[in-house]
């Protein structure tokens, strides 16, 4: 049975820094994209950042490039997303998902990701 498991959110003023990390139990990801997305308050779901199954690619939403980094790593079965200079508007609830397909390339779709976590809070103050 596949599990992922979201950890790191909470409280943290503008300009401050969060380190996301997932975990996922069950069958090995090693193949497969991965990707966060967050959710805010009475909107869409976004993609925010994702990484190919080898990590050398990846690719992030304009809104967050320059200040995030995502990393995985195959042998731990995790994916961490580094937020650096948070703002107000990255509060949301964050997701981690994987790919169910092995891929090059990272799919920004939310409707593509078949796995998903139960998310983590992130609420950044001004």
């Known amino acids: 049975q596949v599990q992922l498991v979201e950890s790191g959110g909470g409280l943290v003023q503008a300009g401050g820094s969060l380190r996301l990390s997932c975990a996922a139990s069950?069958?090995?990801?090693?193949?497969?994209?991965m990707a966060w997305f967050r959710q805010a308050p009475e909107r869409e779901r976004e993609f925010v950042a994702g990484?190919?199954?080898?990590?050398?690619?990846?690719d992030y939403a304009d809104s967050v490039k320059g200040r995030f980094t995502i990393s995985r790593d195959n042998a731990k079965n995790t994916v961490d997303l580094q937020m650096n200079s948070l703002r107000p508007e990255d509060t949301a609830v964050y997701y981690c998902?994987?790919?169910?397909?092995?891929?090059?390339?990272?799919?920004?779709?939310?409707?593509?990701?078949?796995?998903w976590g139960q998310g983590t809070h992130v609420t950044v103050s001004s």
């Open positions: 998902a994987v790919h169910p397909s092995p891929l090059d390339w990272i799919p920004r779709s939310r409707y593509v990701y078949k796995f």
């Open positions: 069950g069958p090995t990801f090693s193949r497969n994209a």
């Open positions: 990484i190919n199954w080898s990590g050398q690619t990846t």
